[in-house]
């Protein structure tokens, strides 16, 4: 058990709607960072918060936002979903973003858009 | 950009065999280097990893060394267990670079008995 939490573990819904995803990271980590698991695109940086602030974006489409907030949990925000948006999406947390902390990985969050 | 490359798997073997997947990578600057491994159904876990030039990360019988001349951090393993498949994946991550982890497309190891 990483003490990163990823809620819900499974959601299913349709194309068009919207979903929150929710992470608490590991108490005394300051930092939230978003993967991407989809068969196609292996596993892809998504975005990266910090104590609150967005610290670094990756390959995060438009429709998808997040925000971390002053408890230091973060959601992710997947909007107007496709079918290709269905993947694992996971949070990592590490306690400062300067590194190479190690990041440790919640057990994911699997979406299926139908 | 910053990328990794891994060898293709799946890699098969027989329990006690010994074990190599192939890691390279391609950034500018020298970054951290990390193994990860991901069980069946399960998140990412940390299996190992090297922060400079001609570290030695190890962990459970896996290790992988840092070596900057041929930009490669292979991992190796005298004798695979059935427990040890997994899905290993390769990284890179910079300090004051966000410390945004690069993975590699990931190498499935399968060991039969």
């Known amino acids: 058990d990483s003490g990163v939490t990823q809620t819900p573990k499974h959601l299913i819904t349709a194309t068009g709607q919207r979903v929150t995803l929710r992470c608490s990271p590991r108490?005394?980590?300051?930092?939230v960072y978003w993967y991407q698991q989809s068969l196609d695109q292996g596993l892809q940086f998504l975005i990266h918060?910090?104590?609150?602030?967005?610290?670094a974006k990756g390959n995060i489409l438009e429709r998808f936002s997040a925000q971390q907030f002053p408890d230091l949990h973060s959601e992710l925000n997947l909007s107007s979903l496709e079918l290709g948006d269905s993947a694992l999406y996971f949070c990592?947390?590490?306690?400062?973003?300067?590194?190479?902390?190690?990041?440790?990985f919640g057990p994911g969050t699997r979406l299926l858009v139908l | 950009g910053n990328s990794v490359t891994q060898m293709e798997g799946p890699v098969t073997l027989s329990e006690e065999a010994f074990l190599t997947i192939n890691c390279t990578y391609t950034?500018?600057?020298?970054?951290?280097l990390f193994w990860y491994v991901q069980y069946p159904g399960e998140g990412l876990q940390l299996l190992l990893k090297?922060?400079?030039?001609?570290d030695k990360g190890s962990n459970k019988g896996f290790e992988a060394t840092y070596r900057k001349e041929t930009t490669s951090f292979h991992l190796e393993k005298g004798s695979v267990q059935v427990s040890d498949s997994a899905v290993y994946f390769c990284?890179?991550?910079?300090?004051?670079?966000?410390?945004?982890?690069?993975f590699g497309t990931g190498t499935q190891l399968k060991v039969e008995l």
């Open positions: 108490s005394g980590d300051l930092s």
């Open positions: 990592a947390s590490s306690v400062i973003p300067g590194g190479p902390e190690t990041q440790y």
């Open positions: 918060y910090y104590n609150g602030e967005e610290r």
């Open positions: 090297a922060t400079k030039a001609d």
């Open positions: 990284a890179l991550a910079f300090t004051g670079g966000g410390n945004k982890l690069t």
């Open positions: 950034a500018t600057g020298y970054p951290s």
